[in-house]
């Protein structure tokens, strides 16, 4: 699960995190903000009842997880921290999760995007989450200004060029309000969970909820981890990068005028999706990175 709880010592978020991890059975928990110093990390470990802790050196983020994972920092800053993961239902013990706590101007997110891009595992699976600062379309924000896309541009870059596709979420869209009302009130989109395609390759798949704020103005998101232990196909997923890129279109047009046997109209359609999709995946193998 990840929070950011604006406050770990208060005794209403202490309260509601003791009963989400109850309810949950939360096994590891990533939080920030906690306006504490480091050193009292540990106390708060031990009333969480978590085996172990792990945090970045300015100590923004606490990362607790329980004796049955096993966990090493393998890149920080002061706005994110990166842990290696292993646990026993992981296939081959090669997760990297990194959680982000980002600052609010851009010049401090755009050193954060390449703190984090170099943790990047490659084709080994990763996890990216936390408090981002900043959405990517305008639907992700209601109240204030209208939203312009300059202040998602270098935010949506980073997602291209780390290859990470959203999970999606359960629940309320907004995860984040300014604890106003009417319309002085704003609520966005702030905190979410991508993945990169190694944790489909892996046969990792997560579900993300976001719960009641209360009493942070952010909502804990718990983080629902599975693994799929059969050999079934990977799904194919369409990346919207592709449709940036000037020569997708021709990828696309060189595919499909392919002429196929003659067959019926409807076997001739999935014969041509197959066949796209091959050519899809080898132009961005090729091309933009090997992501599948």
């Not at 208060?10 to 939360?26: E, F, N």
């Not at 096994?27 to 990390?41: D, K, M, P, T, Y």
């Not at 900043?134 to 949506?156: N, Q």
């Not at 990470?164 to 907004?174: H, I, K, N, W, Y």
Request: some cysteine.
């Amino acid at each position: 699960m990840f929070w950011n709880v604006r406050g770990v010592s208060k005794a209403p978020t202490v309260r509601r995190l003791k009963k989400l991890i109850q309810i949950h059975k939360i096994q590891f928990l990533a939080i920030c903000e906690s306006c504490l110093e480091v050193g009292r990390a540990e106390r708060y470990r031990c009333r969480l009842k978590f085996h172990s802790l792990l945090h970045n050196s300015m100590g923004t983020i606490w990362f607790f997880f329980q004796e049955n994972f096993s966990g090493s920092i393998i890149g920080e800053s002061p706005q994110h921290v990166s842990i290696r993961l292993s646990h026993d239902h992981i296939p081959g013990s090669r997760v990297v999760v990194s959680f982000v706590h980002a600052r609010c101007t851009a010049d401090e997110r755009i050193e954060l995007w390449a703190d984090v891009l170099r943790d990047n595992p490659g084709p080994d699976a990763w996890l990216v989450g936390g408090d981002f600062t900043v959405i990517l379309e305008a639907d992700e924000k209601r109240g204030e200004w209208p939203f312009t896309s300059a202040e998602a541009m270098d935010f949506g870059h980073f997602i291209g060029e780390a290859n990470l596709t959203d999970v999606g979420f359960v629940g309320a869209q907004f995860t984040w309000c300014n604890n106003r009302h009417g319309e002085a009130q704003i609520l966005k989109w702030l905190d979410r969970v991508s993945v990169n395609e190694g944790c489909y390759d892996a046969g990792i798949s997560l579900s993300v909820s976001h719960l009641a704020r209360e009493p942070s103005d952010h909502a804990p998101l718990p983080i629902s981890v599975s693994t799929r232990v059969d050999n079934k196909p990977r799904p194919f997923r369409f990346l919207n990068v592709w449709a940036e890129r000037d020569d997708f279109l021709n990828v696309v047009r060189k595919s499909w005028g392919q002429l196929c046997l003659e067959s019926s109209p409807m076997h001739t359609l999935c014969l041509k999706l197959k066949r796209l999709k091959g050519a899809n995946r080898a132009w961005n193998k090729e091309v933009v990175g090997d992501i599948f």
